[in-house]
């Protein structure tokens, strides 16, 4: 059976629609709650720009693979991969890919929920004034009081699922397109706020030499592992969901452009989050290398002092959530289209059923910050939440992104890629070819291979 070239859950009304939407998927909490902290623990400018290189050299490629075979297959991602593995007659074995990036997009979604929590949560401690004039100190006590407490966790961790399976229930277009039209530049104009009061602060040049100037001493080969990780991670590459999202995409649209607008603005988020939170380190004598609660701890601190700051505060982290919601809802997307397509479920049936599973393991990371912290509940030293993350973004993403890239580029007919991608077998095309063939398989491969070699100090460091 020969795919049609129709989508089936509908298109996105316009070539921004599916820029807006995609950039909604990649700027989340990767951008502001994880580049900054895993910054600060592999040891800042080296990692970043380690972490640039993999935009480029693997992410900005499998991008455009992603999206190509998304706008190919007009499906799920299961049901794309299966067509296009069909029709370039290749083995169906191709559609496990599908469900690799089923598994990993829900079990991400299990604790990006909790921490979209946290920002809940926080919200509603900013508005209220709870930070002002507080040290360093106290802004800690905050954190660690919230984080202790599973209860409060799990009642916002419910808020934040049930918030985002209503929007997936609802269809992916209505209303997120408008929605991150208006918010995504005021997060960003926010985040220059920031980075201005940062700028007072008078730690500012030494978080910019922290941020910017590399010491490739500072670089384990664990750290190497996790820099690639994340650029998949905050690109939102290797589980299908900017693939769901290509599979909506109206044919006349330059996949090119809308990567490089994608990642440019994606990138460009993050690198002023990190603007915004190292001098507020740096001026309070706190650790870049204090974790996930990074900046719960830090920019509280800003807004606490800051004059407005209960207006910029909850602003800020309703942006925050905001931000984090387009993401959720694209890490459940492939989820969803596919009990639609093959199970015969309704919309709202299919993201009650999934979100409701999420919820469930969203137990385990809510837990790993309390009742399971203790060494007995670890592996490796690691709890829950670590060993999740680990393996879903370090191991599982770029394992789905190197098969797409595989698949794009070695699978397919060159002509249906010359076809689909629409810009013709000029130099543009040729560069995406070689470098998605040679350089991106064999960068991800010997990353993977440096951290296994090594194992054994990334687990003493953790
Ligand atoms: N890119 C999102 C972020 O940075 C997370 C995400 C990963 C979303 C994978 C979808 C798929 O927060």
Request: glycine fraction near 10%.
């Amino acid at each position: 059976m020969k795919p049609s070239r129709e989508p089936i859950h509908g298109q996105w009304s316009s070539r921004w629609a599916f820029v807006l939407a995609a950039t909604g998927s990649a700027v989340g909490l990767g951008n502001i709650w994880k580049f900054p902290y895993i910054t600060g623990e592999n040891g800042g400018g080296a990692f970043v720009l380690l972490y640039l290189v993999c935009i480029v050299l693997i992410g900005i490629p499998i991008m455009m693979a992603e999206i190509m075979l998304g706008r190919r297959g007009r499906r799920s991602p299961i049901n794309t991969m299966r067509h296009l593995a069909q029709e370039e007659g290749r083995h169906g074995w191709w559609r496990y890919l599908g469900w690799l990036g089923i598994l990993s997009g829900f079990l991400i979604l299990s604790y990006y929920s909790v921490i979209a929590g946290w920002a809940l949560a926080y919200l509603v401690r900013t508005a209220g004034g709870v930070f002002t004039g507080l040290t360093a100190d106290g802004v800690n006590n905050i954190f660690y009081s919230l984080v202790a407490d599973p209860e409060r966790l799990l009642a916002w961790h419910t808020v934040f699922m049930v918030m985002t399976m209503v929007v997936v229930a609802r269809g992916v277009r209505s209303g997120l397109e408008r929605a991150v039209r208006y918010l995504m530049p005021l997060l960003l104009l926010l985040l220059l706020v920031l980075v201005g009061y940062a700028m007072n602060t008078g730690a500012f040049q030494q978080s910019l030499v922290f941020l910017f100037s590399p010491d490739f001493s500072k670089l384990t080969p664990n750290s190497v592992l996790i820099a690639m990780g994340h650029a998949f991670f905050t690109l939102s590459l290797g589980m299908g969901a900017i693939m769901v999202y290509g599979s909506y995409l109206p044919r006349h649209v330059s996949i090119t452009h809308a990567t490089f607008t994608i990642a440019g603005a994606d990138t460009l988020v993050a690198l002023l989050a990190g603007m915004a939170i190292f001098p507020i380190v740096f001026a309070n004598g706190l650790t870049p290398a204090a974790g996930p609660g990074l900046i719960f701890q830090t920019l509280p601190i800003a807004f606490g002092r800051m004059p407005g700051g209960e207006f910029f505060g909850a602003l800020f982290f309703l942006l925050l959530i905001f931000a984090a919601w387009t993401s959720a809802i694209s890490l459940v997307e492939p989820l969803v289209a596919y009990m639609v397509e093959n199970m015969r479920m309704s919309r709202v049936m299919a993201s009650a059923l999934a979100g409701g599973v999420t919820w469930v393991l969203g137990l385990g990371t809510i837990f790993s910050f309390n009742l399971w912290s203790g060494e007995r509940y670890k592996l490796w030293g690691l709890t829950f939440f670590d060993v999740l993350d680990y393996l879903t973004v370090n191991i599982m993403l770029p394992l789905g992104g190197l098969l797409i890239a595989v698949f794009a580029v070695w699978a397919m007919r060159r002509e249906s890629s010359i076809s689909e991608l629409g810009i013709g077998d000029g130099p543009v095309y040729r560069s995406w070819r070689f470098v998605t063939r040679y350089i991106t398989p064999v960068a991800v491969l010997l990353i993977f291979l440096h951290a296994i070699g090594v194992l054994k100090p990334w687990l003493n460091r953790l």
